[in-house]
């Protein structure tokens, strides 16, 4: 059974880093897969921050790229997510999830298929 | 930058047909944006209904159906029950590895 589980501070203060990692079990991280990371800030709607390869290739978003870094360990079968600079802007809900990218055929799938549940992180002083 | 649009809001009556929609502010969705349907409850982790258009996601029943619509991606909802009640966000690639959420539908089923 593929579980996902964010860990990390629940408050940080402004200008801070936010530093966050999604541990993966019942699936190998190295297998070819994308793992991402979606936040959802109070109230609002979801949004893509990024995500990592196994082979350790990033793509962000373009409205976080200057502060964001997304880091895979398989050693430890987790990934991560930094972000610098951080204001109030940036309180949110930060899932982790896989990003399941498969043929069948000539055709390609691609969905975020596994989500952890999620953890709360305030920027506040 | 690419923006989806979903609409705000939407109300069914149960046993009723819903059909929710997915678009961009500039040009048509295709099979190629490889659309995704998630269903979000208050406090919970979205879940994944519908995939590359129109493949359900293993245990989701076949009252969720997807497709592309005119220039939208579209979830419908046939036979719709109470527990239906939730949000609902689309999610399409949009290039260059990037992806991107709708604002995302809440669904009143009364």
């Known amino acids: 059974q593929v579980q996902l589980q964010e860990s990390g501070p629940g408050l940080v203060k402004p200008s801070g880093t936010l530093s966050l990692t999604c541990a993966v079990s019942?699936?190998?991280?190295?297998?070819?897969?994308?793992w991402s990371w979606v936040r959802q800030p109070p109230g609002k709607g979801l949004a893509w921050i990024g995500e990592?390869?196994?082979?350790?290739?990033?793509i962000y978003n373009p409205s976080l790229k200057s502060r964001v870094t997304i880091s895979i360990d398989k050693s430890k079968s987790h990934f991560s997510l930094k972000l610098t600079s951080l204001t109030a802007a940036d309180t949110a809900l930060y899932f982790c999830a896989r990003r399941y990218d498969f043929l069948s055929g000539s055709n390609r799938y691609t969905y975020f298929d596994y989500w952890g549940q999620g953890t709360l992180v305030t920027v506040s002083s | 930058q690419t923006v989806v649009t979903q609409e705000p809001s939407f109300s069914v009556s149960p046993g009723g047909t819903v059909t929710l929609t997915c678009g961009l502010t500039?040009?048509?969705?295709?099979?190629?944006?490889?659309p995704s349907w998630c269903q979000q409850n208050p406090g919970q982790a979205p879940r994944t209904l519908i995939y590359s258009t129109k493949t359900r996601s293993s245990g989701v029943p076949d009252r969720f159906s997807g497709s592309i619509l005119g220039n939208k991606a579209a979830l419908t909802i046939t036979g719709a029950q109470a527990d239906d009640e939730s949000d609902y966000y689309c999610v399409l690639y949009v290039g260059s590895g990037l992806w991107v959420f709708g604002g995302g539908t809440k669904l009143t089923v009364l």
């Open positions: 500039s040009g048509s969705v295709s099979t190629a944006h490889y």
């Open positions: 990592v390869s196994h082979s350790g290739s990033t």
């Open positions: 019942g699936v190998s991280i190295s297998s070819s897969n994308w």
